[in-house]
């Protein structure tokens, strides 16, 4: 294990799409939606032969941490920080380089999502490694999944023609990045084959992200720049100060679609899914011979492809097809399994309502 | 208020189709599916005026006593009977006979169901107290309401053709019962005028009824007839024994049908409803603009003539149609509302796994 890896776990989403189950302080990622690990325990179990724990940093936000630091105790409680606000990925990327860089000047850190599920892990373990090395050798890494459908919920990396998946020994270089795409494109990415889905993964070394943000974001740069060293008693009150003062915008957009070192992981799949909703849920887990997932002791009468997720409690369908079945102490989610994407609109509405308690 | 008029409450059913609200020790006719008060408190209000709770007799079973107790204080404890088991109706209105003709040689008694809506209530009493005034010249007595829809769940009275509902000063002579018709007999049924739903309640003098029984029923009167006088110390020890004895048969079957002096009170409707099911509440309830019967606090969207009875909760329907959604703190029902009708099958099932906590 190379001394100078380090993983960023970004933890400071909401993941609405899971409500009811999902809440302010109880986010996607700290959720045991499938299997018994929360999302975000898994990604730590899975990173650990390639990045031990006592190197990973989590940046989370203040409804979360607590719940975090009860699920992680193997993290040291220092590397689990909260955003004083919400912004989007640059600042909190940032962050964190300027916190590795100056714990370790030779720092290579990886960046990884907090709620996404990996099947494979052994295949997800070396394709990482393949991408640290990359990034030690100063390239800015990205990895790309080999799509399995044309799916139009992910953005998408576009290598040169004729790359072929685990095919190469080394980075290759990126030619573009594809946002989402229209059905009809996607077919054409699928059919293309150096078309990747883009998993949010990003690898390089804390200096040369560092330089990047200079180059690119220098107010951002010039806010964390600034901060003083890590650990030090005013920290946290110069960061309340910094943060807001760094550009709300993604990495992807703010370096990585203007840097020319862009190199990337063309993967072979290794069984990841982004769970984006609750219907991604119900794809993963096994169902019965009827296609519901349900709790053993349910009683599915004439019922078909139901998603049900209700602890503690006997459910019973009937006749009812394609349905998502969430129950909480406090609320209750019955949709239809084509309109998991939109659980967040009932979530606009409760906010509209002043329903706080259910957020 | 004719002082011999004393009404028996027929409440040891257990209303399997509104599972899971409905329990062995909370039946249909103890909840409050419409409204604040519970079906039987409803049915004891609406029937006050024309015979008083002191008059009123029940008749239910051990798991059911003591919620009944407590729900109609203004019922004298010792006129709350249970069963010793199970048996149909004409058991336990032969025992009620004897009892009343034993405290009051003209009493004349009215059979009310006890899980009945009906939502004009002095249309009801002008109904009732015309029944009991035909039961006092010794007829047994009917009341049939005249159908508004070919509805094939419910058995008929035939009149003779002709009658019409509400245009007569007394009792019609009744020509037939007809069993749950086919949709085309109902339809012929609602066509021809003379059929009236058959609303379930008789009336007749105790001694009318004990005679009867006597003529068409001899092992059950024999039974019932050997118990010694209510209230005496051995009553309760007696009716466990004599009570198996009895024919487990209905008062249609074993008397009405065979009877040659049956009446009846072909009564225009008076908004009753006999609450068959969570469709049938459904129907009784006002709906939002989009069809949906469900609390204030519901969030419904693109989600159509679904119903809720979910206490203490929020409830987020998205994209759902035509849904049954029953919530209880240890048992959720999601059924489509044609299949209403067949709760009772899930219980069946939850029998079968011994899941008697839920039944």
Redesign the interface.
């Known amino acids: 294990m190379n001394p100078h890896y380090y993983g960023l776990i970004l933890a400071g989403g909401r993941g609405t799409r899971f ?2 189950r999902s809440r302010k302080r109880s986010a996607k990622q700290v959720l045991n939606v499938v299997g018994d690990r929360s999302l975000i325990q898994a990604t730590v179990d899975r990173l650990a032969p390639v990045i031990p724990p006592e190197r990973l940093w989590i940046l989370t936000n203040e409804h979360l941490r607590a719940t975090i630091l009860r699920q992680l105790p193997e993290i040291p409680r220092k590397q689990v920080l909260a955003e004083p606000e919400q912004r989007n990925t640059a600042p909190a990327i940032g962050l964190a380089a300027h916190i590795l860089h100056s714990l370790d000047p030779e720092a290579v850190m990886g960046v990884f999502p907090s709620d996404h599920v990996v099947s494979k892990p052994s295949a997800y373990r070396a394709v990482i490694d393949a991408a640290l090395k990359g990034a030690a050798g100063r390239s800015l890494m990205v990895v790309g999944i080999a799509p399995r459908w044309p799916e139009t919920g992910y953005g998408y990396i576009e290598f040169p023609a004729g790359t072929q998946a685990g095919a190469q020994t080394g980075p290759v270089p990126v030619e573009r990045f594809h946002e989402k795409p229209k059905l009809p494109v996607a077919t054409e990415y699928l059919a293309a084959g150096n078309f990747y889905w883009n998993s949010g993964m990003f690898f390089w070394r804390a200096d040369v992200l560092l330089e990047n943000l200079r180059e690119h974001l220098p107010k951002t740069f010039a806010a964390i720049s600034a901060l003083p060293r890590f650990g030090a008693r005013d920290f946290a009150a110069k960061l309340k100060h910094a943060f807001p003062l760094c550009d709300n915008i993604s990495i992807d957009y703010a370096v990585l679609e203007k840097a020319s070192n862009v190199s990337g992981i063309p993967a072979a799949d290794f069984g990841w899914n982004d769970v984006g909703s609750w219907n991604a849920v119900y794809e993963l887990l096994p169902r019965d011979e009827s296609g519901n997932v349900t709790a053993p ?1 349910a ?1 599915c ?2 019922a078909h492809n139901n998603f049900v997720d ?1 602890r ?9 097809n394609d ?1 998502i ?1 969430v ?1 909480t ?8 399994r ?2 998991a994407q ?2 967040g ?2 979530l606009k ?2 906010e509209a ?1 002043n ?1 706080h308690d ?1 957020l």
């Open positions: 409500w009811p002791d009683v009468l004439e209700a503690g409690k006997v459910v019973a369908l009937l006749g009812v349905l079945v129950d102490p406090d609320a209750l989610l019955v949709a239809g084509d309109k939109q659980v609109e009932v509405l409760l309502r329903r259910l």
